[in-house]
């Protein structure tokens, strides 16, 4: 890793910006989920990882509770992740088939994944201060990623926050619309591909499935 990255990332999981985040961070590490009661959680804010030469990013918007605010990596540990990596290593982008910890010897290949937020929000639902405290991570992310091409936002709220993102960066006159494999060109060149949230909700429902995953990651590395 860089040390431009190990800085970041340093700064990011040492952040206290967000006191209502941190105090729920570690009310979750205290109280924990029956299945994890022995473990000892990370309760901090996760920061990205992968490929710092990736090409490609792929973008949630905030730690699960009982997945990387456990685990201290993004998508790890969780339904969600389950899912995710599973269709990572049919496209041998991952190495490894699920995400279960951040010492499981997981790689990713040309890929980057990190989320909007860095701390998990209660309900899900992180203020405006919130998300334009954690902007400048995500600014800075971007900017150390100097070969990014794409990025997959996983769900409608990471989405918009990526919109919102660029708007207050460049001039935006054209509507962003979230639909599924929709592919749009960012003004700095980047491409920004919308992709429903592998959430258990999503999964049980057909919402999204692996077939439907597994044709926008390749989407995604055509363009690359």
Request: with cysteine.
């Amino acid at each position: 890793m860089s040390i431009k990255f190990k800085k970041l990332n340093n700064t990011i999981i040492n952040c206290k910006k967000c006191p209502r985040l941190i105090r729920f961070s570690k009310k979750i590490s205290i109280t924990k989920r029956k299945q994890n009661i022995t473990e000892i959680y990370w309760g901090k804010p996760v920061a990205g990882f992968g490929d710092i030469n990736a090409k490609l990013m792929i973008l949630g918007l905030a730690p699960a509770a009982h997945g990387g605010t456990r685990t201290g990596r993004a998508f790890t540990g969780d339904k969600s992740g389950d899912f995710l990596f599973s269709c990572l290593y049919k496209l041998g982008i991952s190495n490894l088939p699920t995400s279960k910890n951040r010492k499981d010897g997981l790689i990713l290949h040309n890929t980057y994944i990190t989320n909007i937020l860095k701390c998990v929000p209660p309900d899900d639902k992180p203020l405006n201060l919130e998300l334009n405290n954690c902007s400048n991570y995500f600014d800075n992310e971007i900017k150390n990623l100097t070969k990014l091409k794409v990025i997959i936002s996983l769900g409608k709220i990471a989405f918009d926050n990526c919109i919102k993102f660029y708007k207050k960066n460049f001039i935006i006159k054209k509507k962003f619309i979230f639909k599924h494999g929709a592919k749009y060109n960012l003004p700095d060149g980047k491409i920004l591909i919308a992709c429903y949230h592998p959430s258990p909700r999503n999964v049980n429902t057909k919402i999204i499935d692996v077939q439907k995953m597994i044709k926008l990651l390749k989407f995604a590395k055509k363009i690359l």
